[in-house]
């Protein structure tokens, strides 16, 4: 049976990683990591009964100690950083899932690595900053890094029938958000309510904003990079508005290849979690007969500047794809918070963008060091 740790259970992607878990009914959940949603984390450690929970929050991980006491349920709980690493590393454990967001997710990821856990990788902010560390790592220890991101599992399907042949391009569909077609002067007015509501995919809170800024698919576009070893240059952003297409390779005979579905992240989870074998699955399925037509569109770098930044940010290489990432955190969290506007995300970015001085191969720490210090000089910040 397989073992594995999900990291982030709480959030979009963790539950819908146990849904799959609960719906195929073969995998043994022995780790589980959240924020500090205890009254979720409870409800899973009944159900899939982990050997070894982490509240990454210590104030909800003494809760939950006394609560599992109280109902006299038996799971060991620890908190912090090391309960992290614990729940990534656990002896039983063959796959990790890395769902949570931000950059908090980068140390577990390595250490997992290190203790030969293949990796089910929800947690782009990982590759983005620390791609140069995690690849070659993960190719000394030989495991496996299984994309769960739609548009990268997409890519790794499609390359499933490459026979070894490197595709010249890749295609990276993005569906251009809710305000696709609007001008930046309409742009201004966004409160966090309007940009929180994705046509297609429904998905957590920080992710949503970054897919109606462009910002998701320029972290993407960094995170296509690594896995599949790809010059930026060979990666170009096509808009499919119903997000249909998750992506496409091209070879250079010009056949492109694509994997088509509809939007359900469950599907990448559970070809990830099972690789290589597919799963059957109940869930709705692409009806052509019903489909008038495939739409597709290009970007518009004039309204939607990130995207251009985050080409920007991988030719400046070392530390710049960090910045570029650790300042779209903090701003995207001000803008929920309602201190700054909708545009100044993509303006602090390009902001810091041109104070950094680049750190070329930067070390764990000095990614660590760049993104406190980048918290702490940017996060009082209120425009308004
Ligand atoms: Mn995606």
Same mark, same amino acid.
């Given at each position: 049976?397989?073992?594995?740790?999900?990291?982030?259970?709480?959030?979009?992607?963790?539950?819908?990683?146990?849904?799959?878990?609960?719906?195929?009914?073969?995998?043994?959940?022995?780790?589980?990591?959240?924020?500090?949603?205890?009254?979720?984390?409870?409800?899973?450690?009944?159900?899939?009964?982990?050997?070894?929970?982490?509240?990454?929050?210590?104030?909800?991980?003494?809760?939950?100690?006394?609560?599992?006491?109280?109902?006299?349920?038996?799971?060991?709980?620890?908190?912090?950083?090391?309960?992290?690493?614990?729940?990534?590393?656990?002896?039983?454990?063959?796959?990790?899932?890395?769902?949570?967001?931000?950059?908090?997710?980068?140390?577990?990821?390595?250490?997992?690595?290190?203790?030969?856990?293949?990796?089910?990788?929800?947690?782009?902010?990982?590759?983005?900053?620390?791609?140069?560390?995690?690849?070659?790592?993960?190719?000394?220890?030989?495991?496996?890094?299984?994309?769960?991101?739609?548009?990268?599992?997409?890519?790794?399907?499609?390359?499933?029938?490459?026979?070894?042949?490197? =595709? *010249?391009?890749?295609?990276? @569909? !993005?569906?251009?958000?809710? +305000? %696709?077609?609007?001008?930046?002067?309409?742009?201004?007015?966004?409160?966090?309510?309007?940009?929180?509501?994705?046509?297609?995919?429904?998905?957590?809170?920080?992710?949503?904003?970054?897919?109606?800024?462009?910002?998701?698919?320029?972290?993407?576009?960094?995170?296509?990079?690594?896995?599949?070893?790809?010059?930026?240059?060979?990666?170009?952003?096509?808009?499919?508005?119903?997000?249909?297409?998750?992506?496409?390779?091209?070879?250079?005979?010009?056949?492109?290849?694509?994997?088509?579905?509809?939007?359900?992240?469950?599907?990448?989870?559970?070809?990830?979690?099972?690789? =290589? *074998?597919?799963?059957?699955? @109940? !869930?709705?399925?692409?009806? +052509? %007969?019903?489909?008038?037509?495939?739409?597709?569109?290009?970007?518009?770098?004039?309204?939607?500047?990130?995207?251009?930044?985050?080409?920007?940010?991988?030719?400046?290489?070392?530390?710049?794809?960090?910045?570029?990432?650790?300042?779209?955190?903090?701003?995207?969290?001000?803008?929920?918070?309602?201190?700054?506007?909708?545009?100044?995300?993509?303006?602090?970015?390009?902001?810091?963008?041109?104070?950094?001085?680049?750190?070329?191969?930067?070390?764990?720490?000095?990614?660590?060091?760049?993104?406190?210090?980048?918290?702490?000089?940017?996060?009082?910040?209120?425009?308004?």
């Amino acid at each position: 049976m397989k073992q594995v740790s999900v990291l982030g259970s709480s959030g979009s992607i963790g539950t819908q990683t146990l849904e799959v878990i609960r719906q195929n009914g073969d995998i043994k959940v022995v780790a589980l990591a959240v924020n500090s949603n205890i009254g979720l984390l409870f409800e899973q450690i009944r159900e899939f009964s982990p050997e070894l929970v982490c509240v990454y929050d210590e104030k909800s991980a003494g809760e939950l100690s006394r609560r599992l006491k109280d109902e006299g349920l038996k799971c060991v709980v620890m908190t912090g950083m090391d309960g992290l690493i614990a729940c990534a590393c656990h002896p039983a454990v063959d796959v990790v899932v890395t769902s949570f967001v931000g950059m908090i997710g980068i140390r577990p990821t390595i250490e997992a690595i290190k203790a030969g856990k293949d990796i089910a990788l929800a947690n782009k902010e990982t590759l983005v900053t620390a791609g140069h560390i995690i690849m070659p790592l993960a190719k000394k220890m030989n495991v496996k890094i299984l994309p769960v991101d739609s548009e990268h599992s997409a890519i790794f399907q499609c390359l499933q029938g490459a026979q070894g042949n490197r =595709p *010249e391009k890749i295609l990276l @569909t !993005a569906s251009g958000g809710p +305000f %696709r077609g609007k001008k930046a002067s309409e742009l201004k007015a966004v409160r966090p309510e309007d940009a929180l509501k994705h046509p297609n995919w429904s998905m957590g809170k920080k992710i949503t904003i970054d897919s109606s800024t462009m910002v998701n698919k320029g972290l993407e576009v960094m995170e296509a990079k690594w896995l599949f070893d790809v010059e930026a240059e060979n990666i170009e952003v096509v808009l499919q508005p119903q997000s249909i297409i998750h992506s496409m390779i091209e070879f250079s005979d010009g056949a492109v290849i694509a994997q088509l579905g509809v939007p359900d992240m469950k599907l990448p989870i559970q070809y990830a979690l099972y690789y =290589p *074998e597919r799963r059957g699955r @109940t !869930a709705k399925r692409l009806d +052509f %007969r019903e489909l008038s037509g495939i739409v597709i569109d290009k970007p518009d770098d004039v309204n939607f500047p990130a995207l251009r930044l985050a080409y920007d940010a991988i030719k400046a290489g070392g530390s710049m794809p960090t910045v570029y990432n650790a300042v779209d955190e903090i701003a995207v969290d001000l803008f929920l918070h309602g201190a700054i506007g909708y545009l100044d995300i993509a303006d602090m970015i390009a902001d810091q963008m041109a104070k950094h001085t680049v750190i070329s191969n930067p070390s764990l720490e000095d990614i660590l060091e760049l993104e406190h210090n980048l918290k702490k000089a940017l996060s009082g910040l209120n425009t308004r």
